[in-house]
């Protein structure tokens, strides 16, 4: 008889493990069975859970894609202006919870599955149009028209610089985010 309540919890454990392990391997070169013994059960109730390491791991990118989203909706409360909200898209994708090194990890290995996966693709193009869209928001009054490539600019620069960052030898979000801004200052009357 299987225990009421213990599915969300097995499912968050095996969600945690899925980054835990992929992260110390830098890849998605691990089993189902790595996951499953990180997360303390067996590879039959993995795979009841989710069915393949693919789908375990897109289900980690859902969990660490929803942190960005809450990270990006809590410093949006604050801002008062265009600008200001501007100034917490950047902060909230610079902050230091998506610097850790297995996040980082996960990151990567998902933009390599997007190549190769339509759901992991899906989910991909799902971020971009969150960011995008949080973007022409705050830049729609201040740039007019020019607001959708602007924003495309800024999508892409916020990807990259998180990138160089996240591989650099250790957390300098700080230094990515002003990088950010300063391009920001100059592209806005």
Do not use: C
């Not at 189902?32 to 059960?41: P, Y």
């Not at 942190?67 to 949006?76: H, V």
């Amino acid at each position: 008889m299987p225990k009421l309540g213990a599915e969300p919890i097995r499912k968050a454990a095996l969600i945690n493990a899925t980054i835990s392990t992929v992260g110390r391997a830098g890849s998605l070169d691990v089993t189902v069975a790595q996951i499953a013994r990180e997360a303390g059960m067996s590879t039959a109730l993995a795979h009841h859970y989710f069915g393949s390491k693919e789908r375990m791991f897109l289900a980690a990118m859902r969990h660490i894609l929803s942190q960005y989203r809450e990270t990006t909706s809590i410093a949006l409360k604050s801002a008062r202006n265009p600008r200001e909200r501007l100034r917490a898209i950047v902060g909230a994708s610079f902050d230091r919870i998506h610097f850790e090194h297995e996040t980082i990890a996960a990151w990567l290995s998902f933009y390599a599955l997007a190549l190769v996966d339509a759901e992991a693709a899906r989910l991909l193009r799902v971020y971009h149009r969150r960011l995008q869209s949080n973007l022409l928001v705050a830049l729609r009054p201040l740039v007019g028209d020019a607001a959708d490539s602007t924003a495309r600019t800024m999508g892409a620069l916020i990807d990259g610089v998180y990138l160089r960052a996240a591989l650099a030898d250790e957390y300098d979000g700080p230094a990515a985010e002003r990088l950010t801004l300063d391009y920001l200052e100059k592209v806005l009357p």
